[in-house]
Each structure stands twice: as structure tokens, then as C-alpha cells.
């Protein structure tokens, strides 16, 4: 005979535990302590299971019963119910608990251990905890709707920040592809939204290729009154034309003088494979004149605060501004793009140059090849370089 609420209302508690059936399988469980626990019987590939349906009178007769007609539902359909529901329960509590922000972190320190550049996890740390995190990063990464996204992103674009929405776009891409692979998300938002912000205006970094300005340039930086490090650092940035992030984090145990070679580690550089640079007689010089001041250090250019820590990363660029060189004049990363232009200006092998810079072909084999052949053509072109470098000076 099918319960009624009467029944279920009176139902006390005896010396054991007894059930009262209402059909189909569902029967409510009376302890001892009087407690009331709607209870499920079925059988599934020949075993005979139950699971529960929660607490009477928190849930009453009628839910009891939708709850047990679903069941019968999955059954027919060759499901577990009682599995099903420990999947379900386990699929909501990883949502609540895996939120953006903690899996965020998990992608930094994922980066971080696979070897990626300092520069590239305080990138990225940056705009996924400090620009995303506030509005992201305490919200359980399956729920988060494209629209969220959205409304973030056109919030950066509008402040006129179009490079930092697209590039917000995709690491926010990354995370959710991370939470995918670990069972914590099924899809990427992100991939709706493809199109959906304005292409970036392209900025180019600003750099001197006229001789005659270069000149006046180089004659400034010879005679800037700051800290001693700092003016080196530009000297062997211009000398070497490397990356300033690869000038800041020079090492000394990256340098062989004897052998007139900076070799950057792989770690440290954009394209992540290592980079040999053949050093100038010019560039020597400047190394020792730097080494009386941070030979106690393992960096060659380090901070004026410490020698244990580099220059900051806007420390040449603050250094142009004060010698009166504007951002829209020049920038430290500006002396790569100089001398590309006026060696090529002056007839040297692009290839040559291109090695020189440290950049990577897109061909493997010819990668390697250029790598081992242009080394003698590059140690020339260096030195032909610094000689440029002075001759520029002198003729003002």
C-alpha cells in the first residue's frame, strides 16, 4: 500500500530500525532516534543496490517520489542512479571549490616549472590575477559564462587597451583549457569569443636609425651622470644589440672573456633555445669597466639597491628620458631595430644580421645550419659594429 503524509508524519521511532514501503522501490527508513530517511531499492546488472533521497520531512512524499520515478527513468535507459548521483554530487562540489583563480595558479606554477621566462610568468600573473581575478577569480570555473568574459574584456578595450584585452583573452584561454584537461570544466568559453574585440592598434617600439642622431645618442649615454651600472648597461646594450631583458639578466658566468662570447642561456630567451654573442673589443672594454663595480655579484648589470637583484625593468628607458630622449624617439629595445637598419644599410648580409639579432627561422635545418656557419661572418660583424659605433661618435 502507497505512504501518506499522515503516515509519514507519525511514523516514531522503535527499539530497531524499520521501513515503510510506498511502492517502486521507494520505502522510508524510521531509526531508532525517530530520524526519517527516504531510501531507494533497485537492481542493477543483477545486484541489488539502494542509494538515498534525503531526509523526511526535508523532503516530502511527493519530491520522494519524482526522485524515485526519475530513478526509474535512468534505469530504463540502462543507467545507475545511485552512481549517477555520487557523479553528480562529486561534479558540484569540484565546481564549487575549483574556482578560476585557483586554477589560475596552477597554470602559473605549471609555466613557471616547465621552464618559461621570469618576464613571461609576472606577464602572465599579472593579467590573470590582478586584471582577471578580481571579477574571475573567486567564481567556480565551470559556471563562468562567455558574457563575463565579455564584459571584462570591453571594459579593458574601452580604456583604450586593446593589446591587453586580446592577450587577456587568450591566457584566460589557457586556464580554462587546463581546468578541460583535468576534469574540472568541459568547455572554453573563450573560443565564443573569437572576433569579438577590436584589433589591436599596432605600436612600434621607437628607435633612432638615422647615423648622424645615433651618433648624438651614443655621445649622450657616454657622458649620463647616473648610476655608473645603468650607463654600461646602455653602452653593451647598443654594442651587442640584445634584448634588455638579456642585457639586465647577464650573468658573469655567462661571459667568457678569453674567448670574447656572451652565451645566454636558452631559459632566458624569447625564442627559449640559447644565444652566443661575440663580443666587441668595444664590449670587453665596458665589461671591465662594470666588473669593478658588481664583481661582488653574480649579474653584471645589477641594481643600484642590491647586487643581488637587476636593473629594473625600466631602468634604460628612465635613463633615455632624463638624457631628453622621448618614448616616442627612442627605447632601449630601440637599439635592435637601429642596427638592423643600418647594417643592412651598409651592405652586410641579412641573414648574417638576422642570426646576429637572435632571431629564430621557422625552418629547422636551416636553423641549425645558419647557427653553426655565420658564427666567424658574426664575430666580424660585431666588431664591425662597435667600429661603426665609434666612427658615429666622432663625427659629430
Given at each position: 500500500m502507497a505512504l501518506t503524509d499522515t503516515a509519514c508524519r507519525c511514523a516514531k521511532g522503535r527499539d530497531t530500525e524499520y521501513k515503510l514501503s510506498d511502492g517502486g522501490g521507494l520505502y522510508l527508513l524510521v531509526k531508532p532516534s525517530g530520524s526519517r530517511l527516504w531510501n531507494q531499492a533497485y537492481r542493477f546488472r543483477g545486484k541489488q543496490k539502494k542509494?538515498?533521497?534525503?531526509?523526511?520531512?526535508?523532503?516530502?512524499?511527493?519530491?520522494?517520489?519524482?526522485?524515485?520515478?526519475?530513478?526509474?527513468?535512468?534505469?530504463?535507459?540502462?543507467?545507475?542512479?545511485?552512481?549517477?548521483?555520487?557523479a553528480a554530487k562529486l561534479t558540484a562540489i569540484i565546481s564549487a571549490t575549483n574556482t578560476f583563480g585557483g586554477i589560475a595558479e596552477e597554470y602559473l606554477?605549471?609555466?613557471?616549472?616547465?621552464?618559461?621566462?621570469?618576464?613571461?610568468?609576472?606577464?602572465?600573473?599579472?593579467?590573470?590575477?590582478?586584471?582577471?581575478?578580481?571579477?574571475?577569480?573567486?567564481?567556480?570555473?565551470?559556471?563562468?559564462?562567455?558574457?563575463?568574459?565579455?564584459?571584462?574584456?570591453?571594459?579593458?578595450?574601452?580604456?583604450?587597451?586593446?593589446?591587453?584585452?586580446?592577450?587577456?583573452?587568450?591566457?584566460?584561454?589557457?586556464?580554462?583549457?587546463?581546468?578541460?584537461?583535468?576534469?574540472?570544466?568541459?568547455?572554453?568559453?573563450?573560443?565564443?569569443?573569437?572576433?569579438?574585440?577590436?584589433?589591436?592598434?599596432?605600436?612600434?617600439?621607437?628607435?633612432?636609425?638615422?647615423?648622424k642622431q645615433l651618433g648624438?645618442?651614443?655621445?649622450?649615454?657616454?657622458?649620463?651622470?647616473?648610476?655608473?651600472?645603468?650607463?654600461?648597461a646602455l653602452q653593451f646594450t647598443a654594442l651587442t644589440f640584445a634584448r634588455p631583458g638579456e642585457v639586465r639578466g647577464a650573468t658573469w658566468k655567462e661571459i667568457d672573456m678569453e674567448e670574447a662570447v656572451w652565451r645566454i642561456d636558452g631559459a632566458r630567451t624569447k625564442v627559449r633555445r640559447p644565444h652566443d654573442v661575440p663580443l666587441s673589443r668595444q664590449a670587453l672594454e665596458v665589461l671591465r669597466g662594470v666588473m669593478d663595480i658588481t664583481h661582488k655579484g653574480a649579474l653584471v648589470f645589477s641594481s643600484i639597491r642590491s647586487h643581488a637583484r637587476p636593473l629594473s625593468e625600466n631602468a634604460m628607458n628612465a635613463a633615455l628620458r632624463r638624457m631628453g630622449f622621448t618614448q616616442d624617439e627612442m627605447t632601449a629595445h630601440g637599439f635592435r631595430a637601429a642596427a638592423s637598419s643600418i647594417l643592412n644599410e651598409r651592405g652586410f648580409r641579412p641573414d648574417v644580421i638576422e642570426a646576429a639579432l637572435g632571431h629564430q627561422d621557422q625552418n629547422e635545418i636551416r636553423r641549425a645550419y645558419n647557427r653553426a656557419s655565420y658564427w666567424t661572418e658574426r664575430v666580424e660583424l660585431m666588431q664591425a659594429w662597435a667600429d661603426c659605433l665609434d666612427q658615429l661618435r666622432r663625427t659629430l
Amino acid at each position: 500500500m502507497a505512504l501518506t503524509d499522515t503516515a509519514c508524519r507519525c511514523a516514531k521511532g522503535r527499539d530497531t530500525e524499520y521501513k515503510l514501503s510506498d511502492g517502486g522501490g521507494l520505502y522510508l527508513l524510521v531509526k531508532p532516534s525517530g530520524s526519517r530517511l527516504w531510501n531507494q531499492a533497485y537492481r542493477f546488472r543483477g545486484k541489488q543496490k539502494k542509494f538515498s533521497h534525503g531526509v523526511y520531512p526535508s523532503v516530502p512524499l511527493a519530491e520522494a517520489r519524482r526522485l524515485r520515478d526519475e530513478a526509474k527513468k535512468l534505469l530504463a535507459s540502462g543507467v545507475d542512479p545511485g552512481a549517477n548521483k555520487k557523479a553528480a554530487k562529486l561534479t558540484a562540489i569540484i565546481s564549487a571549490t575549483n574556482t578560476f583563480g585557483g586554477i589560475a595558479e596552477e597554470y602559473l606554477q605549471r609555466i613557471e616549472d616547465e621552464g618559461a621566462a621570469e618576464s613571461t610568468v609576472t606577464k602572465n600573473r599579472w593579467l590573470l590575477i590582478d586584471l582577471a581575478g578580481p571579477e574571475l577569480g573567486a567564481r567556480p570555473i565551470a559556471d563562468i559564462s562567455p558574457a563575463e568574459i565579455l564584459a571584462l574584456l570591453q571594459k579593458i578595450e574601452r580604456s583604450g587597451r586593446r593589446e591587453t584585452a586580446r592577450r587577456l583573452r587568450s591566457v584566460i584561454g589557457t586556464v580554462f583549457r587546463l581546468a578541460i584537461a583535468t576534469l574540472r570544466a568541459e568547455d572554453d568559453p573563450t573560443h565564443l569569443l573569437r572576433g569579438a574585440l577590436k584589433a589591436p592598434k599596432t605600436q612600434h617600439r621607437a628607435a633612432i636609425t638615422d647615423e648622424k642622431q645615433l651618433g648624438a645618442l651614443l655621445a649622450a649615454i657616454d657622458v649620463y651622470d647616473g648610476w655608473p651600472t645603468l650607463r654600461c648597461a646602455l653602452q653593451f646594450t647598443a654594442l651587442t644589440f640584445a634584448r634588455p631583458g638579456e642585457v639586465r639578466g647577464a650573468t658573469w658566468k655567462e661571459i667568457d672573456m678569453e674567448e670574447a662570447v656572451w652565451r645566454i642561456d636558452g631559459a632566458r630567451t624569447k625564442v627559449r633555445r640559447p644565444h652566443d654573442v661575440p663580443l666587441s673589443r668595444q664590449a670587453l672594454e665596458v665589461l671591465r669597466g662594470v666588473m669593478d663595480i658588481t664583481h661582488k655579484g653574480a649579474l653584471v648589470f645589477s641594481s643600484i639597491r642590491s647586487h643581488a637583484r637587476p636593473l629594473s625593468e625600466n631602468a634604460m628607458n628612465a635613463a633615455l628620458r632624463r638624457m631628453g630622449f622621448t618614448q616616442d624617439e627612442m627605447t632601449a629595445h630601440g637599439f635592435r631595430a637601429a642596427a638592423s637598419s643600418i647594417l643592412n644599410e651598409r651592405g652586410f648580409r641579412p641573414d648574417v644580421i638576422e642570426a646576429a639579432l637572435g632571431h629564430q627561422d621557422q625552418n629547422e635545418i636551416r636553423r641549425a645550419y645558419n647557427r653553426a656557419s655565420y658564427w666567424t661572418e658574426r664575430v666580424e660583424l660585431m666588431q664591425a659594429w662597435a667600429d661603426c659605433l665609434d666612427q658615429l661618435r666622432r663625427t659629430l
